[in-house]
Each structure stands twice: as C-alpha cells, then as structure tokens.
T-cell receptor, first 114, second 112 residues
Framework: DAKTTQPPSMDCAEGRAANLPCNHSTISGNEYVYWYRQIHSQGPQYIIHGLKNNETNEMASLIITEDRKSSTLILPHATLRDTAVYYCIALANAGGTSYGKLTFGQGTILTVHP | DSGVTQTPKHLITATGQRVTLRCSPRSGDLSVYWYQQSLDQGLQFLIQYYNGEERAKGNILERFSAQQFPDLHSELNLSSLELGDSALYFC???????????FGPGTRLTVT
C-alpha cells in the first residue's frame, strides 16, 4: 500500500471548516484513499473513502486531486467532539493483495478550540 | 455504536498467564480483523479472517493466536504474557475484503 504523509497536528476553531491534507504521491490506480479517526483511546471510526471522484457523506467531504497524489478531508462545521487523531490510509480494493489490512501512520492530531 | 462488540472491556493479569479476547462482528460482516495499540508502537494490524479462514497476518507474535468460528465471532488468544503485551486490542469487521472496517470499543489488557 502507498505511503501517506500527514501534518502531525492542526488546530481549528469550533464552527469553522477543518481541512486535513494528506499526500500519497505513490498511490497506485487500484488504491482507495480511506480516512479514519480515533477519539482518545476509543476504537477508530471510519469516516469516508474515495478512488478519484470527490465524495461526501454525513460526516465529511473528501477531495482528491486529479493526479490522485493528494487529498483533503473536510469537516464542514467542526465541533469540540471532532477533536481526534485523523488517519489517511491508501488501501487496495478487494481485488488487490492487501486483503484490507489497514496500516496506520502517525496521523494528524486535530484540536478543535471553542 | 459501531455494532462490533468486544469482551471484556478491561483485563488485568500477571506475566506468564494466558487470556482470551472475544469479538462479535457487525451483523452480516464476514471479515474480522485484530489490531494492537500500544503507546510506543501505535495501531498495528495483527491478523485477519474472512468467513472462518485466515487471510492475512501482520506483526502477530507466535505466542498469539486467533480463530474465527462458524458463527463468525472471533477470539484472540494471548499466552505467556509479558509486560510489553499491555495494550489496547481492537477488533474490526467489514462486509468483505477491502471494504471499510468498523471497530469495536477495544479490550484494555494490563499485564503486571
């Protein structure tokens, strides 16, 4: 699976959009970009994933650049409960050889301030 | 609530002992994954099962073993425990291979 690079930490004011970047310059054509988050010592939580089109769900939006070398997770109206470690993971689809095992890096610690 | 359940929530045991951690996947999910999270190693993949068969192994010690039963629940067995095995152990499930994973609340293991 392709290596991803994220900033170690970011701050955001409550109510504002949080934009979390991720670089994945060696991503291959069959690798999706997945985002998970972990709120202090809880189980990681799936947020969103995408291949090449932008995606949106009730939690967030995912913007993937046209060359697929980077992406941005957007939390449109951050709340204090969004304070967590956010992980960007490149993962091949079910037809690949990775069998879905997630490789977590250090992630980005997002702190939402009042 | 992810729909994945893990028991027990907390476990305190002594070095050299053996423990079993249990995981029930979300209804309909065929794949189960185990991860270990320690302070110095972060979140690490241990092992994956799909419909009862082992499909992938990660950094799982030989003292650790797992299985997935016909009803799809899974157990992780940790033996000859050492202080360094103290960690959070998470189970996750997905509908199939390569799909998004839903994590349980974890079991916190403390080895004294």
């Amino acid at each position: 699976d392709a290596k991803t690079t994220q900033p170690p930490s970011m701050d955001c004011a409550e109510g504002r959009a949080a934009n979390l970047p991720c670089n994945h310059s060696t991503i291959s054509g069959n690798e999706y970009v997945y985002w998970y988050r972990q709120i202090h010592s809880q189980g990681p939580q799936y947020i969103i994933h995408g291949l090449k089109n932008n995606e949106t769900n009730e939690m967030a939006s995912l913007i993937i650049t046209e060359d697929r070398k980077s992406s941005t997770l957007i939390l449109p109206h951050a709340t204090l409960r969004d304070t967590a470690v956010y992980y960007c993971i490149a993962l091949a689809n079910a037809g690949g050889t990775s069998y879905g095992k997630l490789t977590f890096g250090q992630g980005t610690i997002l702190t939402v301030h009042p | 609530d992810s729909g994945v359940t893990q028991t027990p929530k907390h476990l305190i045991t002594a070095t050299g002992q053996r423990v079993t951690l249990r995981c029930s996947p979300r209804s309909g999910d065929l794949s189960v994954y185990w991860y270990q999270q320690s302070l110095d190693q972060g979140l690490q993949f241990l092992i994956q099962y799909y419909n009862g068969e082992e499909r992938a192994k990660g950094n799982i010690l030989e003292r650790f073993s797992a299985q997935q039963f016909p009803d799809l629940h899974s157990e992780l067995n940790l033996s000859s425990l050492e202080l360094g095995d103290s960690a959070l152990y998470f189970c996750a499930s997905s509908v199939g291979l390569g799909y998004e994973q839903y994590f349980g609340p974890g079991t916190r293991l403390t080895v004294t």
